[in-house]
């Protein structure tokens, strides 16, 4: 798949900042030369000059009366502009090094509260290679772009210029009347009845659980990353696909040590699983990048290479199989049969019977498989990690759970209502570990007001960027309280804190708001609760043994036991490429 719409970006970009200025030397100095003045430039040397001096000239001023005509904008509407802030190289790039340091190499979020706290404000505009982007934490203004506000904004037509090459045009890539047509083709799969039939997660459980027992009993480590992104894989083989022989967890698993083979994300895998699972991962780490160093950057870089396609390529390769199966199969239904709606139809066969057009439902099934298998995977993963930080927490979760259920109760849709303890926890883990950290929206409009308790923020341009870092605005101490770097379930069974987070929702956001809040949010707390029940029926302890068989890469750097936050308290290095991970995070299970 060949993506064109970025480099016609570029190029349309790239006109509106060199045309106007070398037009305008054009007609001055052909104008000179008609009239025959002495000023006229003489020598191609000196009219070169003139054209090259003429972009800085143009530019600068361009900008200065875009700021002045923004100010201008802003006090007239009673708003202002967030701060900027202040670049200390040409063109911005010192903070395009920092963002894509930050954004790869440091602890998830951080870059952003480095740079708001520079001036000293929860909402700031910075520019890199002149293009205008926000960035912020506050509660307030990502109500708004999200919820209050959603007529205003979209995804952005850069945001779906960078997701293109990898989510084509699926529901996370789409805005207006597209991105309600997704929205209603996989609404109907997360109905109560679709999300409480919990038979496939007993299956794939009960695979899971084996690995971790025979783990135990060699005392031998085990890469949960690699095992909870398996389990998804195969539950949403059934749920998405229809499909109970994909069999993930039945391969061979990665092997931890210093030596481990590593992929983009987590362990390298082989084999065809293999294959897409590197693919996957590996452009989800190249989307991220592109988002770091901005729209020009990026854009100009993959001009006549994009990265992305081969690795789409591989996971198409993955699916193709799936879909054309599904085509084949409505095409061959009897004509009475075309019409009738099957109670156990799968989401694949949905989407075959509303289309034949076979881009389109590789890109919604690449959508939700993004969400179905990395984001839940990654819930699972950081429970576990934070049971093995904090013993104590496992001790109280595992007796409410023993407590319901004993030793070999299954678990039910209502009864897991009754566990408020692990919601408490999971809930816990979202806050410290969300699963999406950086997301953002761009008005559809210039000079769009954002209403806040601070006051009201002028966003200027139609498609400017604007970030927000959830794990920023989850470890806000004037809203958490002075602990919000604390991992503590309590904070959501004490009514004093729990009520802050219900007079403020936006305040928490793992799985986002307003109308395009997550729609398989209840899935994720049901599948998770059903899984971790599995585990403290069967485990008593974790124990984490990054040290002694992760990769170095998997490790935090020594740097971070002198630093401030959670940085100290990490023994797993949290990271984003499009959703959270670690390299590898590997406890030992004790039963």
Not at 26 to 37: D, G
Request: glycine share 6%; net charge positive; proline share 6%.
């Amino acid at each position: 798949m060949f993506d064109i719409a970025y480099r016609l970006w570029l190029l349309r970009q790239l006109s509106k900042l060199f045309i106007p200025p070398l037009a305008a030397v054009y007609i001055a100095l052909r104008f000179l030369e008609q009239s025959s003045t002495s000023f006229a430039p003489k020598g191609i040397l000196a009219q070169a000059a003139c054209y090259v001096l003429s972009l800085p000239v143009y530019w600068a001023g361009w900008i200065q009366l875009s700021n002045w005509d923004n100010e201008r904008r802003a006090k007239k509407l009673g708003a202002r502009l967030p701060p900027l802030i202040k670049s200390k190289k040409f063109g911005g790039l010192d903070l395009k090094e920092r963002l894509v340091h930050g954004m790869s190499n440091d602890y998830v979020g951080v870059v952003f509260d480095e740079l708001l706290d520079e001036v000293g404000a929860d909402t700031a505009r910075l520019s890199i290679l002149w293009s205008e982007r926000i960035i912020t934490r506050d509660p307030d203004v990502v109500k708004f772009m999200v919820s209050t506000g959603f007529p205003h904004f979209g995804k952005g037509e850069q945001a779906q210029i960078r997701f293109r090459s990898f989510l084509g045009k699926g529901i996370f890539a789409s805005d207006g009347e597209r991105a309600k047509m997704h929205r209603a083709l996989a609404r109907p799969y997360f109905a109560r009845e679709r999300i409480s039939d919990y038979n496939a997660f007993q299956r794939h459980s009960a695979k899971v659980c084996d690995i971790l027992i025979n783990c135990a009993k060699e005392s031998k480590p085990c890469d949960v990353q690699d095992l909870f992104a398996r389990f998804t894989m195969d539950t949403a083989g059934e749920f998405l696909f229809g499909r109970d022989d994909f069999n993930t967890l039945d391969m061979p698993l990665a092997q931890p040590g210093a030596q481990m083979a590593e992929g983009a994300k987590s362990a390298a895998v082989e084999g065809a699983y293999g294959s897409f699972v590197n693919a996957f991962e590996a452009v989800q780490v190249l989307i991220n990048k592109r988002l770091a160093v901005g729209m020009y950057g990026w854009t100009m870089a993959e001009f006549f290479n994009d990265p992305v396609k081969e690795h789409r390529r591989i996971v198409d390769s993955y699916l193709e199989p799936l879909v054309h199966e599904a085509v084949q199969r409505r095409k061959n239904l009897k004509p009475e049969e075309k019409g009738e709606k099957q109670e156990y139809e799968t989401f694949l066969d949905h989407l075959a019977d509303s289309t034949s057009d076979v881009p389109l439902i590789k890109d919604q099934l690449l959508n939700i498989l993004l969400a179905a298998r990395d984001t839940t995977a990654q819930l699972f993963s950081w429970t576990c990690y934070a049971l093995a930080l904090h013993p104590d927490v496992m001790n109280r979760l595992r007796q409410e759970v023993l407590s319901t259920y004993g030793e070999s109760g299954v678990p039910t849709y209502e009864s897991i209502k009754t566990l408020k303890y692990l919601r408490a926890v999971l809930d816990e883990v979202l806050r410290i570990f969300a699963p999406v950290p950086i997301n953002g929206r761009a008005p559809f409009n210039d000079a769009t007001v954002v209403p806040t308790r601070q006051g009201p923020l002028y966003f200027s341009a139609a498609g400017m960027p604007c970030n927000w870092s959830v794990p920023s605005m989850h470890k806000r101490k004037d809203l958490w309280g002075e602990d919000a770097d604390e991992f503590d379930p309590d904070r959501w069974i004490d009514p004093e804190r729990s009520r802050k987070v219900v007079e403020n929702p936006f305040m928490f956001l793992p799985f986002n708001g307003g109308p395009r809040i997550c729609l398989g949010q209840q899935f994720v707390y049901n599948e998770a609760s059903f899984v971790m029940v599995r585990l403290m029926q069967l485990f008593d302890r974790f124990t984490l043994a990054q040290k002694e068989a992760a990769p170095n890469s998997a490790l935090p750097p020594a740097s971070w036991k002198k630093s401030k936050g959670r940085k100290p308290i990490e023994e797993a290095w949290p990271r984003n490429a499009m959703t959270l991970y670690s390299k590898v995070r590997i406890p030992h299970p004790t039963p």
